[in-house]
């Protein structure tokens, strides 16, 4: 067997680094049925919201004015509004899908081996299905904001981002502001992404891997709730996700999503390690 392994490694032609490519894997995905649902969701959640604004008005509400109160003032409004009220959980579902799906599946359908057996390297199968799911996921977060632009602009006009708490950005400002939350965010999903990953390369099913991290996502959000843990909550991802706030105020301020993104980032890494090295070690028999 030992044999048989060299004379594959040492074959003319092979290079490790060739094997699965990009866009091979990045086609598999993009056809599977749960990645078209998945991007017909989050389109369809702009008109929605429309069809809820219309219905009742945002602004008849008395006391304080929220982000959600603006939704009607302006295409970008409605696009921030869009990004508000599903950063917190609706957005979860497709890093956790497209980065908990990925090896468990291939697991599940007891292809997993033969993939291996082509020969394709470990690391290089787990990287090509990393690097194609968080793609996927920065996709599904960069669809929404532009549907809910288009969408917004079409039914309340293009129009300069109206802040809350008074003031207002212009539409190129309110533009690169909204990029800076959606790439925000998307770093804010990392963990989720970690968690995903990491656990659809210890089971071979892949409900379990993307409830998983959806499940440890909702705890995080719950711990950060109970007050009483005080500075604890610092350390947890959750405590940071809407960071992204401060960045569409007149004068934003930065703190709050550096350290919301480093958190992230130094949890996401450890969770990356952990998948990849114990991937390495792992008897893969389906």
Known sequence: MSTLVERTETASGYRAGRTLPLRVELVRQLKRRRTLVMGAILAALPFVLLIAFAIGNPGERGGQVTLMDTATASGANFAAVNLFVSAGFLLVIPVALFCGDTVASEAGWSSLRYLLAAPVPRARLLWSKLVVGLGLSLAAMILLPVVALAVGTAAYGWGPLQIPTGGALDTGTATQRLLVVVAY?????????????????????????????????????????????????????????FAWADAVQPHPEWSGMIQGTAISITYALVLFALAFRGFARKDVVS
């Open 185 to 241: 965010i998307f770093v804010s999903q990392l963990v989720t992404a970690g968690l995903a990953f990491w656990l659809s390369t210890k089971t071979d099913a892949p409900l379990g891997a993307v409830g998983g991290a959806v499940g440890l996502t909702i705890v995080g959000n719950v711990l950060d709730a109970v007050t009483a843990l005080g500075h604890w909550r610092d350390f947890l991802p959750a405590h940071w996700q």
